[in-house]
């Protein structure tokens, strides 16, 4: 309704899995302290200790919240060492996690208003330990600003974030061809792969003159929807985040290609007839 107030949402994105019992207690954690908010799991599938895949899923989930959002994110391979935990206000809510890279791309996509260390203890659990701090840390600190507390109250002013680069395209000219490299930076629930390649870099060329390879095969052209293809034919388009995608109507590209996360994926626009492609087309 116009003018209600609207209770405050913590998100959640760990490589934690679903087999265990660490995602329960964060949000056990979370609700003793304020009962009323809404918790959205983004996805505790990132692979153990990536951070840039993280990194990535975060940034494109990030701006799809109701400004105010807090989103705690854990990632965190160097948990118990002095690497800092951050809670990073932006234009649209607030960061928490470890500054180890994987808040940055989020936060520098939405803009950065402040940088926090997360030094009170006030706002921790009583007792901390070395190996779980999404629980003894980051949950309880989402949980205390969702209350309404400030997030400088956490503690001192911090300095830049960690960056982290994440992978880029790369465009090489061969002669008539030109070619854009890139790499599969996450596989979906489905076996889509979604590639590093944007639509930006692949807006001038007519989508019925490239080329996409990957693993052993050619994928020739763009469509425009999964269905436009047969049943367990591979297929490229552009996704709903912008991104090229590498999918099979009705099956995993993944287990058909045979590849994953980091595999190399080449585009290439044939100016001419492709008789000479180096691989059987898909």
Known sequence: MPGAKQQPIITLTTDFGTDDVFIGVMKGVILGINPAVRIVDLTHAVPPQSVEIGALLLR???????????????????????????????????????????????????????????????????????????????????????LGVAPDRLGQAGASLTPLALPVAQHEQDGERVRVRGKVIWVDHFGNLLT???????????????????????????????????????????????????????GSAGKHVGVGSGASVVVTVWPTAKSDAPMASA
């Open 196 to 250: 590093n390649v944007t639509a930006k870099d692949i807006e001038v060329f007519p989508s019925q003159e490239l080329s996409v390879s990957i693993g052993d095969v050619v994928i020739d052209g763009l469509v425009s929807a999964y269905a436009a293809v047969p049943g367990g034919k591979l297929l490229v388009l552009v996704n709903s985040w912008g991104l090229l995608e590498i999918a099979r109507r009705n």
């Open 60 to 146: 494109l989930a990030v701006p799809y919240f109701p400004d105010g959002t807090i989103h705690v994110a854990v990632v965190d391979p160097g948990v118990g060492t002095a690497r800092r935990a951050i809670a990073v206000e932006t234009a649209s809510g607030v960061l928490i996690g470890p500054d180890n890279g994987l808040l940055a791309p989020a936060a520098e996509q939405v803009g950065i208003k402040r940088l926090t260390e997360c030094t009170n203890r006030s706002y921790w659990l009583p007792r901390v330990g070395s190996t779980f701090h999404g629980r003894d840390i980051y949950a309880p600190v989402a949980a205390h600003l969702s």
